[in-house]
């Protein structure tokens, strides 16, 4: 052994040998816990839930818009007193989610309480089809609402749905082509669809807007729409409006500009300083 150079004591076999049966038996504990634990959770949960902490005691429906809470509510597989610590929360989000006007769910538990948060579907237009469809902004079919309640919303016209069935998505690409426009319509800046009552779709590339006052129809490509002609399309009918223009007709469908229609005697029908242009 060199001078100054001390080594340290390994352990001896034994002390090894001991140090690893600890080891050992503190590893097989550890996975018969793991083990012993899910079978140890139920009989627990079951004990807890006779307490009213855990116990449903209120279910808090949030995000209804169309839907009422009530109706929500009655079909939900909960009941007051159920167990909160048992209650199957995929099966309470799967049972909501079945009405198609919902998008999406997500319940929650808290003391005495379940919520469930919805996001509905929104109605986006009306399809005619002998009666009024809801569909919403990807084409699903909404259920009708109770009480016969319908939105303030376009109806299309001119199409022949495959089905009437909520919940199926119409996937035709007129319909496709409306949606698009639609979403245009309400965009920030443009603001029409506030004018448009009627959507007559009967060509593929060309749609006929029709104002809800005085049903002056417009034509557009839906597939060649931009905002820019679309704000353009709404300033030249507030204009023609505000020189109480007798209007035909506008056609939109070109692009950079925005061709109108007047009634010869649009001037002469006008008061009287209104009549410059």
């Given at each position: ?15 090894r ?41 209120r ?29 199957p ?46 569909v919403?902004?990807t ?35 007129r ?11 309400e ?12 959507i ?34 709404a ?5 023609l ?20 229609r ?12 209104r009549?410059?242009?």
């Amino acid at each position: 052994m060199r001078a100054g150079y001390r080594s340290l004591p390994g352990l001896r076999r034994p002390e090894r040998k001991r140090r690893n049966r600890r080891i050992l038996a503190a590893s097989v504990g550890l996975l018969l816990l793991a083990a012993a634990a899910p079978l140890a959770a139920r009989p627990a949960a079951r004990v807890l839930g006779r307490l009213p902490w855990f116990q449903v005691r209120r279910i808090e429906i949030t995000g209804c818009s169309g839907l009422t809470p009530e109706s929500v509510r009655a079909s939900l597989p909960v009941r007051v007193g159920d167990n909160l610590l048992l209650l199957p929360v995929d099966r309470v989000a799967e049972a909501a989610g079945r009405n198609a006007r919902v998008e999406s769910v997500r319940v929650t538990r808290s003391p005495e309480t379940l919520h469930v948060r919805l996001r509905e579907r929104r109605a986006f237009v009306l399809v005619a089809a002998g009666t009024l469809l809801e569909v919403d902004s990807t084409g699903v079919i909404l259920p009708p609402l109770s009480g016969g309640q319908v939105p303030d919303r376009p109806v299309v016209t001119g199409l022949a749905p495959a089905t009437r069935r909520p919940g199926a998505r119409l996937t035709s690409p007129r319909l496709q082509g409306v949606l698009g426009l639609v979403h245009e319509l309400e965009a920030p800046g443009v603001g029409l669809l506030s004018e448009i009552s009627e959507i007559v779709a009967t060509d593929a590339r060309t749609v006929t807007l029709r104002t809800a006052g005085d049903q002056v129809p417009i034509l557009v490509d839906p597939f060649r729409v931009t905002p820019a002609s679309l704000r353009a399309l709404a300033a030249t009918l507030h204009d023609l409006r505000e020189r109480h223009r007798i209007v035909l007709g506008l056609d939109a469908r070109f692009r950079g500009q925005v061709v109108v229609r007047c009634a010869p005697d649009s001037l002469r029908a006008a008061p009287g300083p209104r009549e410059k242009v």
